[in-house]
């Protein structure tokens, strides 16, 4: 099924507006990781890294299911819009306070934004529908637990840098 956005007005500019505040959101990560010194750009290892990327898909595979159940709701999308970009606005923070290299916060950006789907007011889809009531999605993203969890308070983001849990 492939589920394209509504070409409305107001709902296209949204998703427009959407997409460009995270691309400007990733250019000025990419950025700040580039005025790091050297020294300080050591990378994640290997097996941390390679988790933070599934838990990063996981993560995209939530916020999609998100975007579809909660995709009539013009009083709450926006925020769905809002979580991510800060949700990723802060796993980088973390990731780079633990060490990750540049490239490493930008593939973890890039996963996430390349794999989170958006879905148009209409769309329809009863498989999702289903696991929109199945993992009580509504109420997940209020009480930002199961899909509405933020993807800095997953494992290993949540272990990466302990003194950032309370900024």
């Not at 709450?76 to 980088?92: K, M």
């Amino acid at each position: 099924m492939q589920c394209t956005l509504v070409d409305k007005a107001g709902t296209r500019a949204h998703n427009i507006f959407a997409v460009n505040t995270f691309r400007i959101s990733l250019a000025a990560a990419v950025l700040l990781w580039a005025a790091i010194p050297a020294p300080a750009r050591a990378a994640l290892d290997r097996a941390r890294f390679e988790s933070a990327l599934v838990t990063a898909r996981d993560y995209a595979a939530d916020r999609s299911l998100m975007f579809y159940c909660l995709r009539a709701s013009t009083e709450r999308l926006p925020f769905v819009y809002a979580g991510l970009q800060s949700d990723l606005e802060r796993a980088v923070q973390k990731m780079k306070a633990a060490g990750a290299s540049p490239r490493q916060s930008a593939e973890v950006v890039q996963t996430v934004l390349s794999s989170v789907r958006f879905y148009g007011a209409q769309a329809k889809d009863a498989s999702l529908d289903r696991r929109c009531i199945a993992k009580d999605v509504e109420r997940s993203s209020v009480d930002r637990k199961g899909v509405g969890r933020p993807l800095d308070q997953r494992p290993p983001y949540d272990q990466l840098a302990p003194q950032l849990r309370d900024k």
